[in-house]
């Protein structure tokens, strides 16, 4: 199994997330500017950060840099991809996931440890988890209030697109719904503000995140 | 002296008589590049010319230093071929004017002083000083704007933010502290140095564009007292952009990684200017730079706006000329704009054209070794400079109201409205997150092993004491790493007083000096480097002196790195205190909310009873026979102990009769030399006599003596709401 994770100018999180999945398999960083994803790399991860300083509105240029016509395909082909915080408002800059994220009700930057519930388990990133299991992770971000409109909110959650849920009394954001992480209709797309990269190692806080990088490496059920 | 420059030298901060020294050294009248790069070059800031001295009385050697102070950023020695670079510095004059910015650009500056030596930055700490939030509205805005500048910088290049402190006091009114302290890893043999080396040699600028902001910032703001008319000063503060700098340092790293270099600087207070002419006198060269080339943001400016632009995110490097393309190369690749610019000179000359015109013609030592030092005229105050501060609380006020009063209070309520603004975790290296322990933990790569870092400074106590206080910030710094089983390996400090030319603010730096200089030694903490930040006066006034200490220590095992909350029902709890440890109220919190006057005498310090309580402290942390360990500081052990439930969400039952048998101010004196710890009980008697048994740990309440039975919750409600409630 082997992990591709983007770097933008900007990125800030792509080392710890490529030590995160070196725990269940290989990583490689991945250049913006390439424009293939190499044959050899099985799932995609678009880390954390400020890719290009957030300027515009976070996410908005990173979307148009080379590699990510490549990611695109790949996902479009099925392949599992993560975006994480800023790696989330790439996908959904992209098209790639529903959804826009907001400014925090608190218009400010927020780094907490936080509870989340895991809704759907019929996800590439979340085939390991138990539906309903209890996650800590910890959140990171000024900009991570999800918003959708409720004819597509009804949609994902006809389809199980929403995977996962700040636990009752965690929201940090104001996230509808408390929405923390959500899928695409395939479900082999997944973005999650949280940052289970920073949830590895029992030393520096919880390991509950390992289950999400643990889930693409899981055989898929037949 | 009466020509048109005579009067221009003194707008720029010289004196007479140094203008004097200049027509001197040049043997002529300086034109106008010469004279605004000498009144930089010869500023407080840059010069040390009032502090210089003083300074070489701080002990900088140690078994474990491997650079000390003189490059960008000092190093110590953390093992396994690691070294670890460390500095900090103000930014308390362009915070004052701008905070956001101001701090911003204080972190930006900070984090490039460590990767200009070649370390990736692993973490920041901050230092704060504002006046009284509850009264100012001033002192709010700035807090918060300068809180959300650090916070915008560090989280944005993806440097965890890890520990800090901030204090109000009324003397910080008109001028704030902004202190920013920055570490990063590096393996010991590619530290690089800032000397330029071989004639010859290509200059590089690379990095952001040079435009007008920050002209005349180290002259004009940071060495000098602020006052009126001081929102006109705007403009000289400079404007940060941490995406710029995230591609400088990883393009700085890179080019490092090659060997592409013979030496890098990075460009802070005076830019240009100070960046090549340090790098030619500590190579013993010169330099030609041709200022036509710099990159502008502006297409307009002189040829002295270019050479003292302060802008940000800017380095220089010293190239050979085969790997000048490379170099060009590895720029582009992380999209940072780079220009050869100068050349290496055999002159000892800084020589600035402006295309063939030669336009600055100076000798670099003039300009670095000649800068005149002066003699600081010490004298102590005749009468108290500090107003006695406003008394919120009756001294008959009962115990549980009083310690309430202190959780709740701006000095000591939680700090988590400010640290949640702070990434803490990128780097992925962060083993205790504020709060958790008394000093930040990062673990070392691929190692068991980890850092313990802390900074501290307590302006009040400087203020009544400037030895005695000194003495005090480096011994809390230590305390505070016992707490977490590290060791220390070395210091750095940014010094803050008023205005150096009045006697009695001598008095205070020459006292505090000795102060620091003598707890160094004593605690084997070598200064590997370190800032000085004068002329902090507004209009109400000197601010508090205060010295900041910054410390690194090592720990043999990050799964036994300490933690501060009680942890176990039935622990015993200890009071482990040093045979000198006298507290007292006199500058303490509880003697700041009774409004008494800033006298008295501060207890002494036995310091070598002090290192080995540290040491015992340390060795039991490292040892894993303690389970919680938290130093005695401000407001005494009443809020040791509530600070120990509240982090660990248990009560305590304690007895205070054997803590009253000490000192009658037991409960909410302060002094150095105790450490609140719990653990199985054999662990605490392993203490011997130094161990005070106190009681134990359980239920939910902290109940101390007769007087005080407090709800946990209750104190975790008024600590967590202190500040945070003064800021909607």
């Known amino acids: 199994m082997k992990f591709g994770v983007l770097r933008f100018p900007g990125s800030c999180d792509e080392r710890d997330a490529a030590l995160a999945a070196a725990k269940v398999g290989e990583s490689e960083i991945l250049w913006h500017q390439d424009r293939e994803i190499p044959g050899d790399v099985d799932a995609i991860i678009v880390p954390g950060g400020f890719s290009y300083g957030d300027y515009l509105r976070v996410g908005a240029i990173a979307r148009f840099s080379p590699i990510m016509a490549a990611v695109e395909r790949f996902a479009r082909t099925g392949g599992p991809v993560l975006g994480i915080c800023n790696g989330f408002q790439v996908l959904c800059e992209a098209g790639l996931l529903p959804g826009a994220l907001l400014p925090n009700t608190s218009l400010r930057f927020l780094c907490r440890q936080v509870e989340l519930d895991v809704v759907s388990t019929e996800t590439a990133w979340t085939r390991a988890c138990d539906p309903g299991e209890r996650l800590s992770v910890p959140v990171k971000h000024t900009t991570g209030r999800y918003y959708a409109p409720e004819p597509v909110l009804e949609e994902m959650e006809a389809h199980g697109q ?15 719904a408390d929405i923390a992480g959500v899928a695409n209709a395939a479900g082999n797309v997944v973005g999650l503000m949280p940052h289970p990269e920073h949830a590895v190692d029992p030393l520096t806080g919880s390991v509950d995140g390992l289950k999400l990088f643990a889930s693409v490496a899981v055989p898929v059920p037949a | 002296m009466s020509s048109a420059a005579s009067a221009r030298h003194r707008e720029l901060g010289l004196t007479d008589s140094e203008y004097d020294l200049i027509v001197e050294k040049l043997g002529r009248e300086p034109d106008e590049v010469e004279l605004a790069v000498f009144s930089l070059m010869w500023s407080e800031h840059c010069g040390y010319k009032h502090s210089r001295k003083v300074l070489r ?44 910015q101001g701090a911003a650009t204080g972190v930006g500056g900070i984090l490039r002083d460590v990767f200009a030596v070649g370390a990736r930055p692993v973490a920041i700490l901050d230092s704060l000083r504002f006046g009284e939030p509850a009264t100012s509205a001033r002192s709010r805005y700035l807090l918060e704007h300068a809180v959300a500048g650090i916070g915008h910088y560090g989280n944005s290049i993806g440097v965890a933010t890890v520990g800090g402190e901030i204090y109000f006091e009324s003397a910080y009114e008109h001028n704030c502290l902004v202190n920013a302290m920055c570490l990063g890893l590096i393996e010991t043999e590619r530290l690089i140095r800032s000397a330029a080396a071989g004639v010859g040699n290509v200059v590089v600028l690379f990095g952001a564009r040079t435009g007008r902001d920050g002209i005349g910032g180290a002259s004009v703001l940071a ?166 501060p406003e008394r919120v609380i009756a001294d008959e006020a009962p115990a549980a109201e009083t310690l309430l009063a202190l959780l709740g209070s701006a000095n000591l309520a939680s700090r988590r409205w400010a640290f949640e603004q702070y990434d803490c975790l990128v780097g992925s290296a962060t083993v205790r997150r504020p709060e958790a322990a008394d000093a930040a933990v990062l673990r070392l790569p691929d190692s068991k092993r980890a850092l313990g870092v802390s900074i501290d400074g307590n302006g009040r106590r400087v203020a009544i004491d400037p030895y005695r206080g000194a003495v005090e910030a480096v011994v809390e710094c230590s305390a505070n790493l016992a707490c977490v089983g590290a060791e220390p390996l070395g210091l750095t400090n940014c010094l803050n007083f008023g205005n150096p030319e009045k006697p009695h603010i001598a008095y205070q730096l020459t006292r505090a000096v000795a102060g620091l200089a003598d707890a160094c030694r004593a605690l084997g903490a070598p200064v590997v480097g370190g800032n000085v930040s004068l002329y902090n006066e507004g209009g109400g006034g000197p601010i508090y002196p205060t010295p900041v200490v910054g410390m690194v220590g090592e720990i043999p095992d990050a799964e036994r790195a300490g933690r501060l909350g009680f942890a176990r029902e039935g622990d015993a709890v200890a009071l482990i205190a040093a045979g000198s440890w006298a507290p007292s109220l006199i500058g303490s919190e509880l003697a700041k909310l009774r409004g008494a006057p800033l006298e008295g005498e501060l207890p002494s310090a036995d ?86 048994p106190l009681g134990t740990v359980g239920g939910p309440q902290l109940r101390l003596g007769d007087e005080i039975a407090v709800d946990v919750a209750e104190l975790s409600r008024v600590h967590a709401h202190g500040l945070a409630d003064l800021l909607h």
């Open chain 1, 162 to 176: 929403i995977v996962l849920r700040y636990a009752s009394g965690y929201n940090p954001n104001g996230s509808v």
């Open chain 2, 57 to 100: 009385t701080l002990p900088t050697e140690g078994p474990r230093v491997v650079m000390g102070p003189g490059e960008n950023a000092g190093a110590v020695d953390v093992g396994d071929g690691l070294a670890c670079a460390f500095k900090v510095e103000s930014h308390n004059h362009p915070s004052a004017v701008e905070p956001f």
């Open chain 2, 223 to 388: 060495s000098a007292e602020l006052g009126e008319g001081d929102a006109a000063k705007r403009p000289t503060v400079q404007i940060g952009d941490p995406f710029e700098e995230k591609k400088l340092l990883e393009c700085s790293l890179e080019l490092l990684d090659r060997d592409l270099l013979v030496s890098l600087q990075d460009l802070g207070a005076a830019g240009l200017t100070s960046s090549s002419a340090e790098m030619a006198s500590k190579g013993e060269v010169g330099i030609d730079l041709d200022v036509r080339k710099v990159p502008l943001r502006e297409a307009d400016m002189e040829p002295f706006e270019i050479m003292i632009s302060e802008s940000q995110e800017r380095m220089l490097c010293v190239v050979e000329p085969d790997d000048v393309a490379d170099v060009l190369a590895v720029c582009e690749r992380w999209e940072t704009r780079a220009t050869a610019v100068g050349v290496v000179t055999d002159t000892r000359r800084l020589r600035v054209f402006d295309g063939e015109a030669l336009v600055g013609d100076m000798p670099v030592e003039a300009l670095v070794d000649d800068c005149p030092v002066y003699d600081l005229a010490p004298a102590p105050p005749a009468v108290g400079l500090y107003p006695a």
């Open chain 2, 607 to 692: 310091l070598g009873e002090l290192r080995a309580t540290h040491a015992a402290v340390r060795q039991a942390v490292r040892s894993g026979a303690l389970r919680s360990a938290h130093d005695v500081a401000e407001g005494g052990v009443a809020i040791a102990l509530a600070e120990c439930c509240i982090a660990g969400g248990l009560g305590a039952t304690v007895d205070v009769a054997p803590l009253l048998e000490r000192s009658a101010d037991a409960l909410f004196g302060e002094g150095p030399g105790a450490f609140v710890v719990s653990g199985p009980a054999e662990a605490l008697r392993a203490f011997g006599g130094a161990a005070i």
